[in-house]
């Protein structure tokens, strides 16, 4: 299966930019996701790219994908305490969804 | 849409009881999934169902875990007899697949399992 890795903490200011990177090493994945965990709550789909693009944008989000690189990154502009949450990025190759282990992202004030 | 229904949200038993988890799919999905996530491992798919039949139950940690779809709109997980490391959140997701294409899964709230 995929292995596909994440730093596991981020601290951002209320109001900066956040980056959450992930690395996967299966380049066949069709498509990669990146999804929300709130405390005590499910999986919220965020947004996801299609393996032959190169950057999606969706109003704070941008997802960017280096397929030489096997890297996608998740850039929140102006984060807001709405944002503390973990996010996980995960890569698709047919019904499989193989998930990192998920970044913790706590925005301060 | 209603999203993806669990119950119970939460569930606490005792060692060796019978533990059934439920899941409604989105209408007009064909594909169900069940992950457990546990701070140690992470998301792990336990099993796929794809038109309400077993597709891939490779998952499944052992015979104590049974899972079935009657129906496409209702499956449950069944854990007998259950342990204490069966402790976890358990979430289903739903997607659509068709003509080789496998869309995006959507999770529901989970049911957290504790067993004492």
């Known amino acids: 299966g995929e292995d596909v890795e994440q730093s596991l903490f981020l601290s951002v200011r209320e109001g900066d930019s956040s980056v959450i990177n992930c690395t996967y090493t299966?380049?066949?994945?069709?498509?990669l996701y990146w999804y929300k965990q709130e405390p005590g709550a499910g999986l919220q789909l965020l947004t996801y790219?299609?393996?032959?693009?190169d950057m999606k944008q969706d109003q704070r989000l941008t997802v960017l994908l280096n397929k030489k690189d096997k890297h996608l990154s998740l850039r929140i502009a102006d984060t807001q305490t709405g944002d503390s949450a973990i996010y996980f990025c995960a890569g698709a190759h047919d019904y499989k969804l193989s998930f990192g282990a998920g970044t913790t992202v706590t925005v301060r004030a | 849409d209603a999203g993806v229904i669990q119950s119970p949200r939460h569930e606490v038993t005792e060692m060796g009881q019978e533990v059934t988890l439920r899941c409604k799919p989105i209408?007009?999905?064909?594909?169900l999934f069940w992950y457990r996530q546990t701070m140690m491992r992470g998301l792990e798919l336990l099993i796929y169902f794809n038109n309400n039949v077993p597709i891939d139950d490779s998952g499944m940690p052992e015979d104590r875990f049974s899972a079935k779809m009657p129906n496409a709109s209702f499956s449950t997980l069944k854990i007998q007899p259950s342990e204490p490391r069966d402790s976890a959140v358990y979430f289903c997701?739903?997607?659509?697949?068709?003509?080789?294409?496998?869309?995006?899964?959507?999770f529901g709230p989970g049911t957290r399992l504790l067993v004492l």
């Open positions: 790219i299609f393996s032959n693009m």
């Open positions: 997701a739903s997607s659509f697949y068709n003509l080789g294409k496998q869309e995006t899964q959507y």
């Open positions: 299966d380049s066949s994945s069709t498509y």
């Open positions: 209408s007009g999905h064909n594909s």
